[in-house]
């Protein structure tokens, strides 16, 4: 199986390059905003439990979002892999996320990192707030706290792959095709 992690900030264009990687590897995206999102839509007790700590910057609690990941990955357990995005975003999430794969015979391939700094990551998100109609997109001051979750709680993610040595980054500013060229070299050299 081929189970990458795609790592970075909020606006780094994990969404849009899951999506390429998904087509060209045949994987399987979970990503567990969209999932927190889809169980506001469907005003699910997570849902309303998650939805406060969202429109806060917050991050919703690990066994939240482990046991949705949990769940997904049962769901589908004839995947030829699966693309992480937005998971695991702490340290315990990454334990949580080895130990399920190690039960289910598999192990994360590597970590992708999109570095983007933190300017153009409050541009593109304002950006997106525009059209994206998230709350959390909208408003200055709720970016800047999300990326300090980020910078705080989820950088030290990077490390625990980086201690495996499955940490792997590509520059997160420039073309869309061509940072997706990247992350694919990356991934046909490691299936080699
Ligand atoms: P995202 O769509 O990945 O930017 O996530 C939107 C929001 O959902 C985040 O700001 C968090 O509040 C929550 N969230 C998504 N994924 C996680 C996660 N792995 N751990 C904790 N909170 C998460």
Do not use: W
């Amino acid at each position: 199986m081929l189970n990458i992690v795609l790592f970075g900030p909020p606006g780094a264009g994990k969404g849009t390059q899951s999506q390429k990687l998904i087509e060209k590897y045949n994987l399987i995206h979970l990503s567990t905003g969209d999932l927190l999102r889809s169980e506001i839509a469907a005003g699910s007790e997570l849902g309303l439990k998650a939805k406060s700590l969202m429109d806060s910057g917050l991050l919703v609690p690990d066994e939240v979002v482990i046991g949705m990941i949990a769940n997904k990955v049962k769901e589908h357990t004839h995947a030829s892999g699966f693309i992480f995005d937005g998971f695991p975003r702490t340290v315990p999430q990454a334990q949580s996320l080895d130990k399920l794969l190690q039960d289910n015979g598999t192990e994360i391939t590597a970590m992708l990192a999109l570095k983007v700094d933190d300017e153009e990551l409050t541009k593109r998100l304002l950006l997106r707030g525009q059209t994206s109609g998230r709350p959390d997109d909208q408003n200055e001051e709720l970016i800047r706290k999300r990326v300090q979750e980020y910078n705080t709680k989820t950088t030290p993610v990077a490390d625990f792959y980086a201690g495996q040595g499955k940490f792997f980054a590509v520059d997160g500013i420039g073309e869309i095709d061509e940072i997706f060229d990247q992350l694919c070299q990356h991934i046909d050299s490691l299936k080699q």
